[in-house]
């Protein structure tokens, strides 16, 4: 199906076309955003709200200091391990603006996965946070990294109150096990070194790689997609074509330097770099960085002090935040976009929230490897729940059968993607390349789906998550929907196991709420609601699921313990 199949089902306000040479890379972007926004609010987090001068000001004085105090050269790999912190975006966009490849790594990174990304990637310099100092000790001499710097979390707030929040962290709290890295630079001292000297701009192209991001690595080891200045760009430019819808009073619904957006999914999160780093960037917007969002009540207390007009999440926050007894007082006045993404949306999870904020949740679709949104809902009343929408400007979706033939509207088959933010490749693996990307551009995204007559594309699951049941397909998705619009289920998972009269059977994990739930009645909730094959042949209670640290439930590791 071509791009432009999808352009009259647009919403009034987005355009059918894209301007791919309106930023000459993501450094351009950023630059521009910097002195069209100086004054505004570009940051906030821990009380301290960095304005988009600050933020140009900080980072050139990072970048600066990574020319004149390493050797590292454009093209060099830079990792940078923090969570939802202001050091963050300062490091980022000061690493880019020396030209250099940002490696997001995942702060919660076991010692193996550490030592298979920092070795793949080949990073020559690391920012990390010094709660993660004895994970790097440990692993260090096993990877090519040169270069250490180190950040504390009271790095950028006052000299007292950052004093304070370093001691809470490590001596109070005891956060910070024990290291020794004498070598390691703080980061505060990059920052004041770098001030006094001069950042020398970097010529870059959109063909060049911008980030290195690992793929989550739920299957095998994570392998890094070549996102590519254009990539982050394109994909960049593409959803706010989508924030560019009329809202009920005829104006775009994200404008210029207006907006709140709260910001709980981590940063080194390709959805999260997307939305944050770039959109709201872009368009000189504000955003509230949410360093722990597993710490609901903390969470709760903090959207009580904005007026916010946007959330990303997904559903297991989503939950969560409804869950807790102060969420619904909150003032939802402003609150006109929450995007969904990362993991399908429960409908129940959708209906609750609509009911609680006044706003639909709008849930969209990506992957790492296409920088990441590949397709969204439009907002409001537009929406359609159960599906991931259409495909934003300049992509074009495609289903595939077992042999590599396209199929027809209404087919069930294997989802392709082709556009501008589809990754340039994997990093130093040719062969993944190949198996993943066609000649003609199109990425195999190992995702059954439905494009349905009217465009909307339904997501029925991943490939190899697939049961057969008797010679049926079961999807477990569509059994976990079902299961958690029941009042008692908190959270649930289904995989395949082996049976040796109908080759697999479903099996049901679920995590009760309070109050708890019984098997019987579990078992009876889903003969109600499926047919006989689809029924879960065994149900096991559970305290808590396995979950990657942005919510995604691990299937695999279900898989392995079962």
Known sequence: MRADFWNDK???????????????????????????????????????TLTYADLDRESAAFAAWLQRHTSLQPGDRIAVQMPNVLQYPIAVFGALRAGLVVVNTNPLYTEREMRHQFRDSGARALVYMNLFGQ???????????????????????????????????????KMVPAYRLPQAVPFRQALRQGRELHYSKVPCTLEEVAVLQYTGGTTGLAKGAMLTHRNLVANMLQVLACFAQQGPDGQPLIREGQEVMIAPLPLYHIYAFTANCMCMTATGNHNVLITNPRDIPAFVKELGKWRFSALLGLNTLFVALMDHPDFKALDFSALKVTNSGGTALVTATAERWETLTGCRIVEGYGLTETSPVASTNPYGALARLGTVGIPVVGTAFKVIDEQGQALPLGERGELCIQGPQVMKGYWQQPEATAEALDADGWFKTGDIAVI???????????KKDMIIVSGFNVYPNEIEDVVMSHPQVASCAVIGVPDERSGEAVKLFVVPRAGGVSVEELKAFCKANFTGYKVPKQIVLRDSLPMTPVGKIL???LRDTA
């Not at 301007?19 to 009380?47: H, T």
């Not at 349905?452 to 991943?462: L, N, S």
């Open 10 to 48: 647009r919403p009034p306000g987005v355009p059918s076309t894209l301007d791919l040479s309106a930023y000459a890379s993501v450094v351009d972007v950023f630059e521009r955003a910097c002195s069209r926004f100086a004054d505004r609010p570009a940051f906030s987090n821990l009380g301290v």
């Open 135 to 173: 994970r790097v000790q440990k692993v260090l001499a096993d990877t090519g990294i040169e270069y250490l710097i180190e950040a504390r979390m009271g790095d950028l707030l006052p000299a007292l109150k950052g004093w304070l929040v370093n001691t809470v962290v490590d001596k109070l709290k």
């Open 452 to 462: 349905d007559a009217d465009g909307y594309t339904r997501i029925v699951d991943r």
């Open 555 to 557: 299937r695999r590791e």
